[in-house]
């Protein structure tokens, strides 16, 4: 039979963005799609998402796709173990043993992990390099798969306005308390692989070619000189980088990045207007990685001064290669107004595969479109 | 450049954890316990030679037994739709079963299954969450997480999202998804709300036949799933 009711499955997300610093209002979308169903032990799913930016300098016209397989080690049951109101640590088929009454006070969920494949269609960004404004860096395209497991821990806690006076059967008053957003704290501990080969892949500092003049200040230790980096052989990392040489540098064809971070999310339901604006909670979302970068690749970065080859001018190099440590951040609040209608307001920091562009502190808001049957971490 | 482990370790490696999870024995399984979740009772494999041999019935008798009992349905199979559970091997498959028909002895839980399922805004398939002593059923607001073979993530259904009903001690939940688990949970109503209304019954049985007198108190509606517009709506039809 063709049609399932997965239409909780589907989920697009349209964002206007606002960018007050910036000298005309952006105006970004994005498409999401997430698709999956049982096959086997586990779930089988397509992820894809699509950027685009009313502004030709800012359109990263990205593309990334990837098939998934995720499977939940024991999950016959909601919770591999809990702590329930008024117990000791129990396992699984005894953390809901009145059901609807209480959801545990901590519940570990089962371990997810999950194995993903596909292309990453790097961004175009500009070269904001004096004289070569309408520049492109050239796209990248990379396979990459990956393997993340992850250990959702579902927190409920005690609070007093969770609690409701009920008059029982003899005519006494009973406080009993209720649960109107079921996981309202949830934290999840995220460990990951990645691995890969570049299939196609543009020289570093093509077609502007930089001159290093200066360093970033994680880069100001001595420098030593390369012994056998040239103006078009590897890149060196930046702590090698030599004021005053050229670079144009090819990229390594392997990638492998090692990845740690946590998802949080807290919930609040409306309390007061809740009759205008549905029963759906508030959410706040955090999120972080770390990627440990074993081979160099590239980032784009505006904050690094070199001179322009072609103007002879100190200009930014926005784009290098590099190994080490990558970071990101994000925080986003949803205020659902309907079903199917989300205020969201998120801020970022760090830079994010294939391209890995440095967003400083992105402030965004804007309007997302979902499903009903919101996803619980 | 730092050294790190070469593509051509990482890939064999990154099979080699998939095909393990994919395939590793199934654990054995442990029994259900007693109202944790739906009771799945399994049939054995029917695999007919020749000519096809009659299913038999799906044992829903966690209707009536269990505190929580979850039937997977669609609308779309056999003349009148089919309900199921999830086979107990753990694969996912739903065991169908034409107990709709009018001439099988219908208990009281499955007739309010059938007309909430009638009564749902669900197109073509999903599954019933029925809940057993659900205290101020009518009057309280549900929601529901579930784990479904539909999507990969843990589902949150608020009150508004749900179609609910509510019979003398049983409440039923419609969702469009076919649940693996689900988690019910209760919290008072807010009757000062103007939109509220009460949790109502399951609708009354329909009729498809439109020569079907409706006004003979005599007269059983055939009990069916399926949707009435399903002989003239062509998506459907060929879904």
């Keep these: ?377 | 450049m730092k050294p790190g482990p070469r593509p051509c370790i990482i890939v064999p490696l990154l099979f080699f954890l998939g095909h393990t999870l994919l395939c590793a024995q199934e654990p054995p399984i442990e029994p259900i316990p007693e109202g944790a979740l739906a009771k799945i009772t399994p049939e054995p494999d029917v695999t007919p030679a020749g000519p096809a041999e009659p299913k038999p019935p799906t044992d829903v008798e966690c209707l009536t037994r269990d505190i929580l009992c979850i039937v997977q349905f669609h609308r779309l199979l056999g003349t009148k739709g089919e309900i199921g559970l999830f086979n107990k091997d753990g694969k996912n498959k739903i065991n169908w079963s034409p107990d709709l028909d009018p001439m099988l002895p219908l208990e009281a839980g499955l007739i309010d299954l059938i007309n909430a399922i009638n009564g749902s805004k669900v197109l073509v398939s999903g599954s019933v969450v029925s809940l057993k002593g659900a205290n101020n059923c009518a009057t309280s607001s549900w929601s529901v997480v579930t784990q479904t073979v539909d999507l990969s993530n843990n589902l949150f259904y608020a009150p508004s999202d749900l179609t609910a009903f509510c019979t003398k001690d049983t409440l039923l939940i419609v969702l469009p998804v076919h649940a693996i688990w689900a988690s019910v949970y209760r919290t008072d109503a807010n009757p000062s709300d103007p939109t509220w209304k009460r949790i109502p019954a399951p609708p009354a049985g329909h009729e498809c036949n439109s020569t079907f007198d409706i006004s003979d108190p005599k007269k059983v509606p055939s009990r069916g799933i399926s949707s009435c517009s399903l002989s003239s709506n062509p998506v459907l039809r060929f879904a």
């Design chain 1, 1 to 377: 039979m063709g049609i399932q009711p997965a239409d909780a499955a589907w989920r697009f997300t349209g964002t206007i963005s606002l960018a007050p610093s910036a000298s005309a209002t952006k105006a970004t979308w994005d498409v999401q799609i997430y698709e999956s169903t049982r096959w086997g032990r586990g779930w089988v799913g397509l992820q894809a998402m699509y950027e685009h930016d009313r502004k030709l300098a800012d359109d990263l016209n990205s593309l990334t796709a990837g098939l998934t397989y995720l499977i939940r080690v024991k999950d016959k049951y909601p919770f591999w173990g809990c702590w329930a109101e008024k117990d000791a640590f129990v396992r699984g088929k005894n953390c809901n043993p009145q059901h609807y009454v209480n959801p545990p006070l901590v519940g570990i969920r089962p371990l997810e992990v999950m194995v993903r494949g596909g292309p990453e269609w790097s961004p175009s960004a500009e070269n904001t390099a004096t004289g070569t404004q309408g520049i492109y860096m050239p796209k990248d395209l990379n396979l990459v798969m990956g393997a993340t497991a992850r250990l959702p821990i579902i927190i409920s806690p005690w609070i007093p306005w969770h609690y409701t006076s009920v008059r029982k059967d003899d005519g006494k008053w009973q406080k009993t308390r209720q649960a109107p957003q079921p996981s309202q704290f949830t934290v999840v501990p995220v460990f990951g692989l990645e691995g890969g080969l570049r299939v196609d892949s543009h020289p570093i500092g093509a077609p502007v070619g930089l001159v290093v003049v200066s360093l970033a200040p994680e880069c100001s230790s001595p420098p030593s000189p390369p012994s056998s980096t040239g103006p078009t052989g590897l890149c060196p990392s930046h702590s090698q980088l030599v004021p005053g040489r050229l670079y144009t540098c090819t990229q390594p064809q392997e990638i492998f990045r090692q990845v740690a971070g946590v998802d949080a999310s807290l919930r609040w339901p409306y309390n007061i207007t809740k009759s205008f604006l549905g029963d759906r909670p508030i959410t706040l979302d955090f999120s972080y990685r770390m990627r440990w970068l074993s081979y160099a690749e590239p980032f784009y970065d505006d904050t690094y001064a070199a001179t322009n080859s072609k103007t002879s001018k100190t200009d930014t190099l926005p784009e290098g290669q590099s190994s080490g440590e990558r970071s990101y951040a994000r925080i986003t609040i949803l205020f659902p107004i309907s079903a199917y209608l989300q205020l969201r307001t998120s801020w970022q920091r760090g830079s994010l595969p294939p391209l890995f562009q440095n967003v400083g502190n992105l402030f965004k808001l804007g309007l997302a479109f979902s499903n009903p049957g919101s996803s619980e971490h």
